[in-house]
């Protein structure tokens, strides 16, 4: 367990519907990012929060997909009309940007299915 | 981030050293070299990184060639814990956008 918790760990959907997954990161950190990960691939960079500011989005797959972070604490990954393709795990990550060593955090992530 | 290259897979025996190599041919001079692990159904986890030195930490060893065109993680005494898929990652220090690629998958056999 590092700490970093994703919420729900499963969730299955019918294509069209929108979905909202949920990240906990460590309470001291000041970054957060979601990545996406599909199978036998790496996980895929998507967007990162400095504290409440999203200061990178333009990795975001689509305008379908969108990411808060109010009051820089936990953040939302919402998928808007999902799609087959969209199917994957979403993982979230947290690091303490001041350290030197500038360690990611990751969570179990969320695995979804689309139908 | 510049691109890097690894085997897909490569087995180990059980408390044999397991050496797994990077090719950063590219990587600049100011791009770190990561190494992150993935065991199954987990997030990734990190390992270890370094610029131009030799690093090693509790977990592994990471040797960087003189011309840092690429770069080896050693993991002293592998158990079968340590199998996982492992990822080499060249970035910039402090880079919010880390380039995974689809790593190796390293099998450590009893």
């Known amino acids: 367990d590092t700490g970093v918790s994703q919420d729900p760990r499963h969730k299955i959907t019918k294509r069209g519907q929108n979905v909202t997954f949920r990240c906990d990161p460590i309470s001291e950190h000041n970054r957060l990012y979601w990545y996406r990960q599909t199978l036998g691939q790496g996980p895929e960079f998507l967007t990162y929060f400095q504290n409440e500011a999203q200061l990178e989005k333009s990795r975001l797959l689509s305008d379908r997909f969108s990411a808060e972070r109010p009051k820089g604490s936990f953040s939302t990954l919402e998928i808007q009309r999902t799609e087959q393709g969209d199917s994957a795990m979403y993982l979230c990550?947290?690091?303490?940007?001041?350290?030197?060593?500038?360690?990611?955090?990751f969570g179990p992530g969320t695995r979804l299915t689309v139908l | 981030d510049a691109k890097t290259t690894q085997p897909t897979s490569m087995d180990c025996a059980e408390g044999r050293a397991a050496n797994l190599p990077c090719n950063h041919s590219t990587i600049s001079g100011n791009e770190y070299v990561y190494w992150y692990r993935q065991i199954h159904s987990q997030g990734p986890q990190y390992i270890i990184h370094g610029l131009k030195n030799n690093e090693t930490n509790e977990m592994a060893s990471l040797i960087i060639t003189e011309d840092r065109k690429s770069s080896t993680l050693i993991l002293p005494h592998a158990t079968l814990r340590d199998t996982a898929v492992y990822y080499c990652?060249?970035?910039?220090?402090?880079?919010?956008?880390?380039?995974f690629g689809a790593g190796t998958r390293l099998t450590v056999k009893p």
């Open positions: 990550a947290s690091s303490l940007a001041i350290t030197s060593v500038d360690e990611q955090f």
């Open positions: 990652i060249a970035s910039l220090y402090n880079n919010n956008d880390m380039r």
